[in-house]
């Protein structure tokens, strides 16, 4: 049996993983960035080829990761989640900072973010996996819950694109059963 709605008892991080390119900055909503190997600290983070972000990360092999409080209102997850930078500027009237790397760190609804250097990809039929050291972490809010995926879907009754890595048909899951 493969009951995909199981998948949805993993446990995940919501995010917002930014880059640059040239002079542009650009980010997306991302609940797939972990960490992979303690000593040296490194992250991996799954992002779909279709994503403005993606190209930004293969062009400049630098991103950075907002982890999102509890209070990130749905407005900002849509701007950043559900609509691509190749339309409009994400960051325009958002606050942000750039980091050491020149990718931009959100400073509103972001508990702690990261900075990392990519050493490695890995294609995933839709998906690159991007391997990176982290070259730089702080915490931005210490006394703010962080946003789990679970908390999103359930208590914010929030939606996933296609494009995410963690996107469930639930209806043609339905239908297998
Ligand atoms: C809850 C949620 C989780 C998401 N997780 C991922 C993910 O892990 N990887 C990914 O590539 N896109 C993910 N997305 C989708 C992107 O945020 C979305 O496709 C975005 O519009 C891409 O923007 P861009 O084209 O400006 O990069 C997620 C979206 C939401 C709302």
Request: with cysteine; charged share 20%; proline share 4%.
């Amino acid at each position: 049996m493969v009951d995909l709605e199981s998948l949805f008892k993993l446990s995940y991080g919501m995010c917002v993983v930014s880059s640059k390119k040239k002079d542009s900055i650009n980010g997306c909503i991302v609940n797939t960035v972990f960490q992979i190997v303690p000593e040296p600290p490194m992250v991996a983070a799954s992002i779909n080829r279709n994503c403005l972000t993606h190209d930004y990360i293969t062009e400049s092999k630098v991103f950075a990761v907002s982890v999102l409080s509890q209070q990130a209102p749905m407005s900002f997850i849509r701007r950043f989640g559900f609509r691509s930078g190749g339309d409009f500027d994400k960051f325009r009237k958002v606050n942000y900072k750039l980091g050491q790397t020149g990718a931009p760190i959100l400073l509103d609804n972001t508990v702690a973010f990261l900075e990392a250097q990519v050493t490695e990809s890995v294609d995933v039929v839709t998906h690159t996996l991007f391997i990176a050291n982290i070259v730089a972490c702080q915490m931005l809010n210490e006394s703010a819950e962080p946003m789990t995926y679970a908390y999103y879907r359930d208590i914010k009754q929030g939606k996933t694109p296609k494009t995410a890595a963690t996107y469930i048909n639930l209806e043609k899951n339905r239908k297998k059963e």
